[in-house]
């Protein structure tokens, strides 16, 4: 074995120790070194304890820092070797008997670093450990023989120390039991973030030992998310322990012979372990439920899941209330279109109504104002139109507004064919509906066989024309009257023949029968129609028409209402007219005189003052 000095190391030191020459005003008496010697190669012998020093095996970084967290040392060669081995025997318990209790960390030197020693510390401090405490070293003279005794023991306690240490099994056997009192202890509940961080944090430090796993998650702090605060609980609840109780049992088989005995010992220590075991696995669910309910991250994270659950159910009674919102107002819409609708169809169809109204009572006056329909009370039979109030009524039933109107809007465009026209088209309608007889063919005069009149049946027309009295009678009335004069003929045969003749005669020719002549008096229905005419269907302000003015549309209205035979002139009407408004005036002030009167009996009969009397009017 060779050690090599370096030149540089061997040169500070002697420039440490160098004395101060004198030109350095050193005192008196001292002498300095003038020259040192090269360096030498010496040959040194393998023995004594710096030899073992030197050759020691040194800890990791990772051994260091655990030695440095556990215990503050710094984890060098000096945290496992005992360098006074007088004092540490007398302060360890030497018993052998006692070996159970011992703790075989110290024995070795490793009590520093316990469950962190390497198998090479383990070996290396064995070695030590023999060479400083051999029996063969008990002759020291200074030895008393308690010391050796106290040696003895002691170096049997270093062997099984290392028997048990050495060995895996029997090694985590100690190494489960090997803990302090605050390593089994779980922290207490608490609701400070700062002691749950300190406490907790700790107590899961010290029990990440007996986990079987490569990398162990940490407790973390505040500002741990979610993911990682769930990944470290589900990592302890998970986790395996490699923890073993079967140091402590109380009797072991291999002590006994007997095979019964071995068994019923193995079966006690198993239901032992077992036991302890359990109690074991409570203490660490004890501990992480613990830790869990005073955990203020689990209680931000249950908060937050809460409060997004609440949110959830928010946003889904809204998009309910939302959805109930729009159909309740979808069918509002759709209730408010119908309602429309059917306001819309309603007044359409009440415009419908109103214009048809209008249409038919336009078409109705038409008519009339033209001659096309028959007067029952007509003058002249023979000029009387084929239509009947009936037939104009069943026309302005059954057609159309718009036909209704087009024939109206004909007459009033011509004047002179457009009525023609409409009567023509109106005939055709009534054929068609079947309003019009067979016998009604005739009115344009072309008539069948019954038509054909003798001398003596054209003498006995012409006799009833002139005997016939046609006041007060319709012309159904009065055509029936001359039809029974006549064997053999009908109203309506005389009516045709009536027609035929005044064809016959031209539209200037002779009348079959004239006109008569109306009376001087009033008859009592005249009076009564006159009396409405003038006040209600035709009041001063009327527009002429036609017909003529107000009076003469006074006196069609009276003729055709009152059924007279004779048509009164519009001088008759305005005569009759004031005269009632003079019987009217003279009535009223009738009236008021008898008013008048009556008051004045009453007073009479009263007694008062005649002064007081109220005067007659007029007077």
């Known amino acids: 074995f060779s050690l090599q000095v370096d030149i540089t190391t061997v040169m500070a030191a002697i420039d440490m120790l160098a004395l101060v020459g004198p030109s350095t005003g050193a005192t008196d008496g001292f002498r300095g070194i003038k020259a040192v010697s090269a360096p030498t190669t010496t040959t040194v012998v393998p ?23 556990i215990d503050g040392s710094e984890g060098d060669s000096a945290a496992f070797v005992v360098a006074n081995p007088d004092t540490y025997i007398k302060t360890l318990n030497t018993d052998p008997m006692k070996w159970r209790d011992q703790d075989h960390y110290a024995m070795l030197g490793l009590k520093d670093i316990r469950l962190k020693a390497s198998q090479e510390h383990i070996e290396y401090a064995y070695k030590k450990q023999t060479m400083w405490n051999h029996p063969d070293k008990k002759s020291r003279g200074d030895w008393t023989d308690a010391d050796r005794e106290t040696a003895d023991g002691f170096f049997t306690c270093i062997k099984k120390a290392y028997e048990i240490l050495s060995d895996v099994t029997n090694r985590r056997l100690y190494d489960s039991i090997d803990v302090t009192e605050e390593d089994d202890i779980v922290p207490e509940k608490t609701k400070v ?60 088989a291999a002590d006994n012979d007997s095979r019964e005995q071995k068994r019923w010992i193995e079966k006690k220590n198993k239901a032992a372990r077992k036991r302890k075991q359990k109690e074991e696995k409570a203490r660490m669910l004890r501990l992480i439920d613990n830790a869990i309910a005073c955990d203020p991250r689990i209680r931000r994270i249950r908060e937050e899941k809460k409060q997004a659950k609440l949110r959830k159910e928010q946003e889904r009674l809204d998009a309910i209330a939302k959805e109930k919102e729009d159909k309740a107002r979808r069918a509002q819409e759709e209730a408010d279109a119908a309602a429309a609708a059917e306001k819309a169809e309603r007044e359409k169809g009440k415009a419908e109504k109103e214009a048809a109204k209008r249409a038919k009572k336009a078409f109705v ?19 009387m139109p084929t239509m009947t109030e009936e037939m104009v009524d069943a026309l302005k039933q059954a057609m159309p507004t718009a036909t209704l109107q087009g024939w109206c809007k004909m007459i009033q465009d011509d004047a002179e064919q457009g009525p023609k026209q409409v009567e023509v088209a109106c005939i055709a309608e009534l054929t068609k509906m079947g309003k019009l007889q067979a016998d009604a063919d005739g009115a344009d005069g072309a008539g069948g066989a019954d038509d054909e009149w003798t001398q003596e049946e054209q003498d006995l027309l012409e006799k009833a024309l002139k005997e ?12 029936k009257a001359i039809a029974a004069t006549i064997p053999n003929k009908s109203a309506a045969q005389v009516l045709r023949r009536l027609k035929t003749l005044k064809q016959k005669s031209g539209a200037g020719g002779a009348q079959p029968t004239a006109a008569p002549v109306a009376p001087s008096a009033w008859t009592e229905e005249e009076d009564l129609v006159l009396i409405k005419a003038a006040s209600k269907v035709f009041p001063p302000g009327t527009m002429p028409t036609e017909v003529g003015d107000r009076w003469s549309q006074i006196a069609h209205y009276v003729h055709i209402h009152a059924h007279t035979a004779w048509l009164r002139t519009a001088k008759e009407v305005t005569a009759k007219v004031k005269e009632a408004q003079d019987v009217a005036k003279g009535l009223q002030k009738k009236k008021e005189h008898h008013d008048d009167f009556e008051t004045f009996q009453r007073h009479k009969d009263a007694g008062k003052d005649k002064s007081d009397l109220p005067r007659p009017k007029g007077k």
């Open 47 to 69: 023995v004594g304890q710096w030899y073992f020093n030197n050759i020691a095996p040194k800890p990791d970084p990772s051994t260091q820092d655990d030695a440095q967290d």
């Open 365 to 383: 006056k038409a008519c009339r104002r033209n001659k096309l329909v028959q007067n029952e009370y007509e003058d002249d039979p023979s000029t």
């Open 193 to 252: 973030p700062a002691k749950f961080y300190k406490n907790f944090g700790k107590a899961f430090k010290r029990n990440e030992r007996w986990l079987i796993a490569d990398e162990i998650p940490q407790l973390g702090d505040d500002n741990a998310t979610g993911d990682e605060v769930n990944a470290f609980y589900e990592f302890w609840y998970a986790a395996e322990s490699w923890r073993e109780f079967g140091y402590h049992d109380e009797e072991h």
């Open 468 to 479: 016939v009295d046609r006041p007060g009678k319709t012309v159904e009335m009065y055509l």
